[in-house]
């Protein structure tokens, strides 16, 4: 059977892009940009109110990133959390920038050992600052949370491995990571990300969790580990939206373990679809679902991406 994948490609300049939206251009209130590291067209999402989409960050991160939250008392209350990612003001189109602006604004600590915040800066990494923080976490025993993409991560943890730097964290601290594996010129797998934070900042990979999202997505899923610690990992999500794992020729779901194309119903997004098909695979775990890379010869995209080539300065002429 013939799938639409098998049609050829339409000729770049041959139709006039349409913006995916259910309400007037007029109305729109704020627009979310892809990352756009490998295509020239940077995909969008028209949003005529913020109001849903923050409703929809805040308790899959509680849930699932801080569930002590949930359970009655957070060790020290409020937990400070410090971003390897640009602010909202340096990245107003950046969803993930504007969902950490959301998580600081709501759950930071502003206490004695200062204030939660972004450590990357002017496209640079603020590795003083944010080594700073660490460090003055460690001398209060104040719980950390890291969020940030995957290769911020690699990139921190260069600049403490090429200094022999390593780090014991408070009890309590955890790692919220995003965005691939796959950087400008590397790739890393997941463990040996997760072998490193742990070496690095005493952080075990049963306390670091993976989110996953996209900028056409109004909700995001994340990794189970502290959620139901013990319980093997797999992605969940708000009750509010659905994965399915589709054959890619027919768009049947395939059976229970089998590998399919994810896709995300998300009703989070009522100015726009309400399904998107993605270009990732995976599979079935129990309620929830593993991510297992990108369909062959499916564009590289992802913020990590982004975070890659901003950090790793000008690549090769």
Not at 40 to 56: F, M, P
Not at 156 to 164: I, W, Y
Request: glycine letters at 12%; charged letters at 25%; hydrophobic letters at 40%.
């Amino acid at each position: 059977m013939q799938s639409w994948r098998d049609v050829p490609a339409v000729p770049s300049g041959a139709f006039k892009e349409l913006a995916l939206r259910s309400f007037a251009a007029e109305a729109a209130l704020h627009v979310f940009r892809t990352s756009g590291t490998s295509v020239a067209r940077r995909g969008e999402l028209h949003l005529d109110t913020l109001a849903l989409y923050e409703a929809s960050v805040l308790p899959s991160f509680v849930v699932h990133v801080l569930p002590e939250l949930v359970r009655g008392g957070f060790p020290g209350e409020r937990p400070r959390l410090r971003v390897l990612a640009p602010s909202p003001l340096e990245a107003p189109d950046s969803s993930l920038s504007h969902m950490f602006g959301v998580l600081l604004r709501e759950f930071a600590a502003e206490d004695a050992i200062g204030p939660s915040g972004f450590d990357i800066e002017g496209g640079e990494l603020r590795f003083a600052g944010w080594l700073d923080a660490l460090e003055d976490a460690m001398a209060n025993d104040a719980p950390l949370v890291l969020c940030g993409t995957a290769f911020a991560f690699g990139h921190a943890l260069d600049e403490l491995e090429q200094r022999g730097t390593r780090l014991s964290l408070p009890a309590g601290s955890r790692v919220m990571e995003t965005g691939g594996f796959k950087g400008r010129a590397r790739e890393l797998s997941p463990q040996a990300l997760y072998a490193r934070i742990e070496e690095r900042l005493s952080i075990p990979p049963a306390r670091i969790v993976n989110q996953y999202g996209m900028t056409e997505l109004a909700s995001q899923f994340h990794d189970s580990v502290l959620r139901f610690p013990g319980a093997p990992r797999r992605k969940l999500g708000p009750p509010w939206a659905r994965v399915r794992l589709v054959d890619p020729g027919t768009g049947e779901e395939v059976s229970p373990g089998e590998v399919g194309v994810i896709v995300v119903h998300d009703l989070g997004n009522t100015g726009s679809v309400c399904a998107v098909e993605t270009a990732d695979l995976g599979r079935a775990v129990e309620d929830g679902f593993e991510i297992l890379g990108r369909e062959p010869g499916a564009e590289a995209r992802g913020c990590s991406i982004a975070a890659d080539e901003m950090l790793a300065g000008p690549g090769p002429p």
